[in-house]
Structure formats: C-alpha cells, structure tokens
C-alpha cells in the first residue's frame, strides 16, 4: 500500500538524508572513541564533535553509542584504600 511514485524513489535512494548523516558521524564518534583509549564518554566525544565542527546533540551520539556497543571505561584511576 505505498504509492509508486514514492516506492521508486526509495528504490533509487535508499537512505534517507539522515541515515547517510548518522554513518558519517558514527565514523567520527568511533575515531574520536579510539584515540581517547576508550575512556571518553558520550559527552565530551560530543564537545569533540562540536569543536570539529560536526552538529548533532549529545542524546543522538548517546544513542549511536549504544547502538554501536561503545561504553566508556570506569574506574581507571588507581583504587586509593585506607589503612587500618
């Protein structure tokens, strides 16, 4: 039940303007994951974006994050204990 006009449309294109936007910026989201050893989370690898230049909120890279399976690292500092 689509028309055809919209089915050959698709059929010549089929992702959409922002789907083609969210490969491009999951590649960034991953380079920019790599090169903080993992350690960054979804807000400052957003920071990172927004001083590269590339627009998108920080909800949207959370969620590309997760989709992707990318978790920042926790509790990489040196454990300090008490003595006594």
Wanted: aromatic share 8%.
């Amino acid at each position: 039940k689509v028309n055809r006009s919209g089915f050959y449309a698709w059929k010549k294109n089929p992702l959409s303007e922002r789907a083609k936007a969210n490969v491009q910026i999951l590649t960034e989201i991953k380079q920019a994951y790599v090169e903080s050893g993992g350690i960054y989370g979804s807000p400052r690898i957003h920071r990172d974006l927004k001083e590269a230049g590339i627009a998108c909120g920080e909800n949207r890279v959370a969620k590309m994050m997760r989709d992707a399976q990318l978790k920042s690292a926790r509790g990489y500092r040196k454990p300090r204990f008490k003595v006594g």
